[in-house]
């Protein structure tokens, strides 16, 4: 039996919002790791979107972000996608190293972004596979960097499979000396089937 | 200043002269216009996925590329449009992200452009002009005046088809 994420009930989505906020609590650790400096994160806001609202919480359909796209691969298949904007993209990489000044995307910038986005989504699904006992292991990464509409056709194309809506958890890290704010939102999109798989394994029925 | 109107994702809408059909930010997802050049009546849709009839759950018609373009067509000649005069342009239909593996949702742009031409054909409507494909968004303007399709991107120029 599938799920249709209309009928996502309270219940379903705390799970999802718990797996959000371990997940991303891994990853902020990590990237405290990666920049050697401490992390904090705002609770992870989880939401249940229609197709047309999601670009608007980037700045509308024709802002230019960056995507960082996975494949799901092992017990559950699928996808994950870590999206940020360009100006969080260019935060993220002069934390990560302080006097680069970078101000615009190349290809040093773009290969630096791969290996934050490995790390973090890395650790968000290490966190996933571990709640829920599964193997679930994350391929190469592909990015781009493109209008917000256009990017975000891709997980919703995966959700479409399965309904109108769109499920998206967005994270903000804060670096705590600089106060700088990176928002990054993760889509986690597992196929069909292994959304069931999934919440199986952790005990709910639907 | 001409009117636009806008179209989201899984939507369609129809215009008279002399009214801009627009989307913006097509990925994977295609723009789908139709045209009759003499009422001048013209019609949008942004197509999410070949195929209503693989999936269960296809309650949206402009979701998906068999359906979308069919409701689209009875639209425009319900507002006036002549079926027989109708032509055609469409873009978007790119791939985003690229894997090596031969994994079916990765194509879906692909896929969505050529479920497209096959309804059109299927539909008799001819297809004057296309920019598909390529791992690119585009955002396109049709207007009604004249039927000319705009499509900007980001790096990769803008132009008139």
């Known amino acids: 039996m599938s799920m249709h994420l209309e009928e996502v009930n309270g219940m379903i989505l705390d799970v999802l919002k718990e797996i959000g906020n371990i997940g991303a609590g891994n990853a902020a650790t990590a990237l405290a790791k990666m920049i050697n400096k401490k992390v904090d994160m705002a609770v992870p806001k989880v939401n249940v979107m229609e197709f047309h609202e999601v670009p608007e ?6 802002t230019e ?15 994950i996608m870590f999206l940020l904007s360009v100006e969080s993209a260019t935060t993220l990489i002069n934390l990560l190293m ?9 290809d040093f910038t773009i ?4 290996e934050i986005g490995n790390i973090l989504s890395g650790s968000y699904i290490s966190s996933l596979s571990g709640l829920t006992n599964l193997d679930i292991k994350i391929s190469v990464p592909s990015l781009a960097i493109d209008m917000a509409g256009a990017i975000l056709s891709v997980p ?31 889509f986690l999109i597992p196929d069909v089937d292994s959304f069931d798989v999934m919440l199986k394994s952790l005990g709910i029925s639907i | 200043m001409k009117s636009l109107i806008k179209v989201g994702m899984a939507d369609l809408k129809t215009a008279t002269n002399p009214e801009v059909l627009t989307t913006l930010g097509l990925g994977s997802c295609v723009g789908v216009c139709i045209y009759d050049p003499i009422t001048k009546v013209s019609g949008m849709a942004h197509v999410m996925l070949p195929d209503s009839k693989a999936i269960r759950n296809n ?15 009875n639209d425009m000649v319900a507002n006036g449009a002549n079926k027989r005069r109708l032509v055609s342009k469409i873009a978007g239909g790119a791939q985003m992200f690229s894997f090596s593996s031969k994994n079916d949702m990765m194509k879906i742009g ?10 059109l054909k299927e539909l008799g409507i001819p297809l004057k002009a296309e920019d598909t494909g390529g791992n690119y968004g585009r955002s396109i303007e049709f207007d009604s005046v004249d ?14 088809l």
Do not use: Y
Not at chain 1, 65 to 79: A, P, Q, T, W
């Open chain 1, 98 to 106: 302080p006097g680069s000044n970078v101000s615009e995307i190349n």
């Open chain 2, 147 to 160: 039927g000319s399709l705009r499509i900007k991107t980001i790096g990769h120029g803008t132009h008139v």
């Open chain 1, 156 to 186: 919703a194309i995966q959700f479409g499979l399965v309904g109108d809506k769109i499920l998206i958890i967005e994270n903000e890290f804060i670096e705590c000396v600089e106060n700088e704010k990176v928002n990054g939102f993760f």
């Open chain 1, 65 to 79: 972000v960056c995507g960082i796209f996975f494949k799901l691969e092992g017990d559950v298949e699928g996808s």
């Open chain 2, 110 to 119: 692909q896929r969505n452009a050529i479920a497209v031409k096959e309804m």
């Open chain 2, 59 to 73: 309650s949206n018609v402009a979701k998906f590329a068999d359906t979308a373009v069919l409701k689209l067509v």
């Open chain 1, 111 to 114: 290969s630096a972004l791969k």
């Open chain 1, 57 to 62: 919480i980037l700045g509308g359909e024709e």
